[in-house]
T-cell receptor
Framework: GQSLEQPSEVTAVEGAIVQINCTYQ??????LSWYQQHDGGAPTFLSY????GLEETGRFSSFLSRSDSYGYLLLQELQMKDSASYFC??????????FGGGTRVLVKP | SAVISQKPSRDICQRGTSLTIQCQVD?????MFWYRQQPGQSLTLIAT?????????ESGFVIDKFPISRPNLTFSTLTVSNMSPEDSSIYLC????????FGDGTRLSIL
């Protein structure tokens, strides 16, 4: 089976940088995805890492270390609209997602 | 990316009844999944909806409780059977490999 750990909540001010860590234990691993979910909304895809290293997409970056079973999502230049829940998810061979518990990010002015 | 429509968007049901949720995609997709998100919780995969064959269920989910149909590559249904208050959740369909795209979900409350 799979298990993922991520912090439950992070608070930061506008313009700050936030890093959300995700550690996982898995019996089958193809990659690590990150999703954003605003209250009342659907999860939306942010990034996917299949290989070690950093993937950058605008203000958001994601990192993976397969040897450490660890990844993180970096949110830069935080904006009020970034207040949401962020989920890491392990991707298996069948493209099934196992989600972490989610990190609620609160951005304050 | 695919446009996914889920119906109904929300419903309030009596315990012991069943509700069928529809997921319609605007293009043919090979992979379609159903997830449950209990209040304030993360998403849990219920099953993979397979076109032309029985769905593949995850541990803790059974066909009698959550029957799934997938008659073609653009449509699937999930039925929540014999509902109890513990079934109050958001039910979401998703499509694709990487990335997966999610429908807006069906918010279900059981009285």
């Amino acid at each position: 089976g799979q298990s993922l750990e991520q912090p439950s909540e992070v608070t930061a001010v506008e313009g700050a940088i936030v890093q959300i860590n995700c550690t996982y234990q898995t019996s089958g691993f193809y990659g690590l995805s990150w999703y954003q979910q605003h209250d009342g909304g659907a999860p939306t895809f942010l990034s996917y890492n299949a290989l070690d290293g950093l993937e950058e997409t605008g203000r958001f970056s994601s990192f993976l270390s397969r040897s450490d079973s660890y990844g993180y999502l970096l949110l830069q230049e935080l904006q009020m609209k970034d207040s949401a829940s962020y989920f890491c998810a392990v991707v298996d061979a069948g493209n099934k997602l196992t989600f972490g518990g989610g990190t609620r990010v609160l951005v304050k002015p | 990316s695919a446009v996914i429509s889920q119906k109904p968007s929300r419903d309030i049901c009596q315990r012991g009844t069943s509700l069928t949720i529809q997921c319609q995609v605007d293009s043919q997709v090979t992979m379609m999944f159903w997830y449950r998100q209990q209040p304030g919780q993360s998403l849990t995969l219920i099953a993979t909806a397979n076109q032309g064959s029985e769905a593949t269920y995850e541990s803790g989910f059974v066909i009698d409780k959550f029957p799934i149909s997938r008659p073609n590559l653009t449509f699937s249904t999930l039925t929540v059977s014999n509902m109890s208050p513990e079934d109050s959740s958001i039910y979401l369909c998703s499509v694709g490999g990487q990335p997966q795209h999610f429908g807006d979900g069906t918010r279900l409350s059981i009285l």
